[in-house]
């Protein structure tokens, strides 16, 4: 695999070089003012792209699964009852995790193509009127199926109905990519990782943690160690850490976020909906389609490609790796073989996200797929050529 390739896995994500340089640090005393002076602005910079006035931001040398167990360790207790849809691979792996908790999961499945279930959202929580249902989980976009779901709904529904259930969101391949407004929607915990909008190594589990959870950490009674939310905000008023920090990756933090805000976050939120709109004006000359089940579904991050019967999706992904050294993201779970996946977060170009479209196309070419050589490519570069600023 040429290391010059940019890759279309939907995380870990292209890492441009000036953030791959912040990374390399020296050796630095983490008890030191040294630290405390990269740890502040990088703090900042994530509570502005999450959006979020109050609250604190929690970051864990973790991946973005220690921020789902950080989420409900912290604030809930054994038993409690929490409201998720299953839609796709991440969505069940967080109710997975919570089922490991001893939490009392709620599910509500639909189908893999489907977003949040809102009708069903509606009935369980009005049936609530106890209040039992301590939190609701909504997967913001789920990667597996690149389908994007309305958070903003979700805490109007919370609202309406008077229910006072924490709303937890895993924004892990939405956040820095698409807007995120963690106060406008009411967000009580936000989770995501380095590795896929913040366009870092992995190696950060980022949690924006709201005034409500952070109240419902005093009667929170499940265990937490390492991941205690409570260690980590008394260590940061001295600018420190309860443990070793990964310094150079929190560097490289300060400059992503600062990368992003200099671009400005609409122009960047306006950048992915324009790479995505190109890619997906591909699939659909492809002959084929998103496997979201509608627009409003659709995912500016990642595209998750319906291949026709009798084709195999992981096939485009095997050969795609093995003879042309580019990465796409295989179907995970439900939807193993019956789609690829194309990710477009993060540090992306019309020009990179060409040279993906092609690279699918003669994968596919390869395999007998009956779509013709060029036709995404061209369907792309005309939407990119007059979308252009
Ligand atoms: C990648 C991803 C995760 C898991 O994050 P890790 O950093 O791999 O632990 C969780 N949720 C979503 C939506 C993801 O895309």
């Known amino acids: 695999m040429s290391t010059q390739n940019p890759v279309f896995i939907p995380g870990p994500t292209n890492i441009p070089e000036v953030i791959r340089k912040a990374c390399d640090i020296p050796t630095m005393d983490h008890r030191s003012p040294a630290f405390g002076r ?21 970051i864990f040398p973790a ?14 207790s054994p038993g409690d009852k929490v409201l998720s849809g299953c839609h796709g691979m991440f969505s069940q792996r967080w109710i ?34 106890a209040h039992a249902i301590k939190a609701v989980l909504v997967t913001h976009n789920e990667t597996a199926t690149g389908v994007m779901s309305d958070v903003a709904a979700v805490r109007a529904l919370l609202n309406r109905l008077g229910h006072p259930a924490l709303l937890m969101v895993d ?9 995120f407004d963690m106060d406008g929607w009411g967000v009580d915990i936000a989770v995501t990782g380095s590795q896929k909008g913040f366009m870092l190594p992995p190696g950060l589990a980022i949690v924006g943690v709201g005034p409500k959870a952070l109240a419902a950490m005093e009667g929170a009674k499940l265990t937490r160690g390492f991941l205690h939310f409570g260690d980590m905000i008394a260590a940061y008023r001295n600018g420190s ?8 990756l929190i560097n490289g933090l300060n400059v992503a976020m600062q990368m992003l805000l200099d671009e400005g976050l609409e122009n960047v939120y306006a950048r992915h909906a324009r790479i995505a709109e190109g890619v997906r004006q591909a699939v659909f000359a492809w002959g084929m389609t998103p496997c979201a089940a509608r627009p409003e579904l659709y ?66 070419a390869d395999l007998g797929f009956p779509i013709k050589l060029g036709s995404g490519v061209a369907a792309a570069q005309e939407y990119y050529r007059t979308t252009a600023s």
């Open 299 to 364: 995912s500016n991050t990642v595209t998750a490609v319906a291949v026709p019967e009798g084709f195999n999706g992981s096939d485009v992904v095997a050969l795609a790796a093995t003879k042309y050294g580019v990465a796409f993201g295989a179907g995970l779970g439900a939807v193993a073989g019956k789609v690829f996946r194309i990710g477009h977060l993060g540090m992306l170009t019309d020009v990179m996200a060409l040279s993906g479209i092609a690279t699918a196309e003669m994968c596919m």
């Open 38 to 58: 990269i740890l502040a602005p990088a703090l900042s910079g994530v509570r502005t792209v999450l959006g979020m006035s109050e609250g604190e931001v929690i």
């Open 96 to 129: 997975e995790l919570c089922q490991r908790h001893g939490l009392d999961v709620h599910v509500i499945n639909s189908p893999w193509s489907e977003g949040v279930p809102m009708a069903e959202f509606e009935s369980a929580l009005s049936a609530d009127t």
């Open 63 to 76: 991946t973005g699964t220690a921020g789902w167990e950080g989420a409900v360790a912290n604030t809930l």
């Open 241 to 248: 850490y309860p443990y070793t920090p990964s310094a150079g």
């Open 171 to 179: 924004g892990v391949s939405s956040i820095g990519s698409v807007a």
